[in-house]
């Protein structure tokens, strides 16, 4: 159960095109940008604050480097309306080198709710900044999605591997883990 103080901010991160680029590898959890949109809907519908982070990777090779046009572009199922906050990044963390902080502390969001993609790269190491900064966060299990990866042994973790690994490791310590379902069952109750 979430026990959400009020509606916490949504908080979208890097959903990009150039995240369906077989530059990544396999990858978990196709669902994850419908549960994203189910959310999205949920939050406009409520009057939710609703914030994106957009990764503009300064890495030549990466399909998110900022010189791609398309790569970098946020995928169609969750677009962004003007409204709604974006903050642009170069770095896993949505904290580092951008106004996140000091817009979370104007706006007095105390309650962050992330999605996005990946689990093992920009959500988990946002999520852990967001917890160790003192925000209460809620991290959604099924709206996120993780690559596979081989370790400096040459072993290769399955996508899902990775994603239940990470979401393991901030349980708890960083974020309490819900469902898409769990989140939207929660609001009828606000």
Not at 66 to 86: A, H, L, M, R
Not at 87 to 97: E, R, W
């Amino acid at each position: 159960m979430a026990n959400f103080k009020g509606l916490p901010a949504l908080m979208i991160l890097d959903v990009q095109k150039g995240f369906d680029d077989p530059y990544w590898g396999s990858r978990n959890n196709e669902q994850a940008e419908e549960n994203i949109a189910r959310l999205l809907k949920e939050w406009r519908n409520n009057n939710g604050r609703i914030i994106y982070s957009q990764h503009l990777s300064v890495q030549p090779q990466s399909p998110l480097h900022y010189k791609n046009k398309i790569g970098i572009q946020f995928k169609e199922i969750v677009q962004p309306k003007s409204t709604e906050k974006i903050i642009q990044k170069n770095v896993n963390s949505a904290f580092i080198g951008t106004s996140l902080e000091t817009y979370l502390q104007e706006q007095q969001i105390e309650e962050l709710l992330i999605t996005g993609l990946s689990t093992q790269h920009c959500v988990s190491t946002t999520t852990r900044m967001c917890g160790n900064l003192g925000y209460t966060t809620f991290l959604v299990a099924d709206a996120t999605a993780a690559f596979e990866i081989t370790d400096h042994n040459g072993v290769l973790y399955s996508a899902e591997a990775i994603h239940n690994h990470e979401l393991a490791m901030l349980q708890k310590e960083f974020a309490t883990i819900l469902t898409t379902d769990e989140i939207i069952s929660e609001l009828k109750s606000l």
